[in-house]
């Protein structure tokens, strides 16, 4: 990238246009699904903010293009460069890409980089956290566009933006970082905001975790589901199951359950193949971030799944098995507190039955269910290399 020849400032010439027309044009450039939501739900609010926040003297319009952008790097550059493309294919003053991409540069979680050559900033989701994600989008997005709005509109040849005066910082939790020279030379990346520490890391899964969407999962597991209820039913017509609910205790129960859902997750991963053994060796780098967010995607699907079925036992149990027949089996006083464990009982026995039935469901349509548009696309772009690998 560093020998292809630089827009010169194209952007600049734009604003200075838009300044005169009092319009300025900030697209937004989402991926499909939850960055598409994010960026249709910012572009009706962003217009007044920017005014308020960025520059009130101009009319500012942000209109929102769905793109794929690249496909499954964890770096940067691509990203910047598909947006500068779509910027200028629409004549757009300056562009922000919504992905839903981790990206790493320099072994930093980076969560925004602007590159004022390229008049656009991109902006990773993931890093952002799966909590309070639209008003951090909101908050980052309308920095990057105060940053790309001064940087363009005061460059000059003979002077770089003023960096120094811009180096320190923070928004939220995310820390403006110097971009290593070689990020500022080879593909023009004048500010960055990294996601440091264990809390950006943390955040970062849990943002990945969101964009696979793992409640999504549930209908892919119907002969799962038909089975654990099934079991679960069987558990609250059978009277000698009451008997060992009311038996095994808190710490057993705990341990089944825990068991249970440990067994669920780990035949979903292995029955249909999600874990991740790639053979290239840059792959094989970031295969634990990919197969971790696996097993915490499918982990969240089976919990969801528990904590539905638990709740229908329960209210089951309450309506069909009677007080009185329900006393003189365990031969003791019987409240709410006997309903929840035995609820809690049947709950683990079924998603134990429920393995079973996760095994009959088709591949494809887990997978489907199992990730989110990047990581879809990021597996099939492994599945045909590892084709023409074979070959």
Not at 173 to 182: A, T
Request: hydrophobic residues 45%; aromatic residues 8%.
């Amino acid at each position: 990238m560093a020998d292809e020849p630089r827009e010169p400032f194209p952007s600049a010439d734009r604003l200075a246009q838009s300044k005169s027309a009092s319009s300025v044009v900030l697209g937004l450039v989402p991926a499909p699904d939850i960055p598409e939501k994010i960026a249709t739900d910012l572009a009706s609010e962003l217009p007044e903010l920017l005014g308020r926040r960025v520059d009130g003297g101009v009319s500012w319009e942000v209109p929102v293009e769905v793109d794929p952008l690249t496909g499954t790097d964890r770096e940067a550059p691509e990203i910047l460069d598909a947006c500068r493309e779509r910027r200028q294919r629409e004549g757009w003053d300056l562009a922000i890409s919504l992905t839903d991409l981790p990206v790493y540069r320099q072994d930093t979680l980076v969560a925004a980089d602007v590159s004022a050559q390229r008049g656009v900033a991109g902006l990773s989701l993931p890093a952002l956290g799966a909590m309070w994600l639209r008003p951090r989008a909101r908050e980052l997005t309308l920095q990057l566009a105060g940053e790309l709005y001064e940087r363009t509109k005061e460059h000059r040849p003979e002077q770089s933006p003023a960096r120094s005066s811009q180096s320190t910082g923070s928004v939220g939790s995310f820390r403006r970082v110097e971009p290593p020279d070689e990020d500022m030379k080879a593909i023009d990346v004048d500010a960055r905001f990294a996601a440091p520490g264990v809390l950006g890391h943390l955040r970062l899964w849990s943002g990945m975790v969101l964009a696979n969407r793992p409640w999504k999962m549930l209908p892919a597991f119907k002969s799962a589901i038909a089975a654990a209820f099934a079991t679960g039913a069987y558990v609250l017509v059978i009277s000698s199951m009451w008997l060992l609910a009311d038996a095994v205790g808190f710490w057993r129960l705990l341990a089944l359950m825990v068991t249970a859902i440990v067994a669920m997750v780990a035949w979903i991963i292995v029955a249909h193949y999600l874990w991740e053994r790639p053979q290239d060796s840059e792959q094989r780098k970031w295969a634990p971030l990919y197969n971790g967010v696996t097993v915490l995607t499918v982990s969240s699907a089976v919990l969801l799944a528990y904590a539905i079925l638990f709740a229908l036992l329960f209210v089951a149990a309450w309506v069909f098995v009677p007080g009185g027949y329900f006393h003189s089996i365990l031969k003791h006083q019987v409240g709410i507190g006997e309903y929840l464990i035995l609820s809690w009982f049947g709950a683990s026995l079924a998603t134990v039955a429920g393995v079973l039935g996760a095994s009959l469901e088709d591949e494809e349509t887990v997978r489907e269910a199992s990730y989110g548009y990047r990581q879809r696309r990021r597996q099939d772009a492994n599945d045909s290399e590892e084709g023409s690998a074979k070959q």
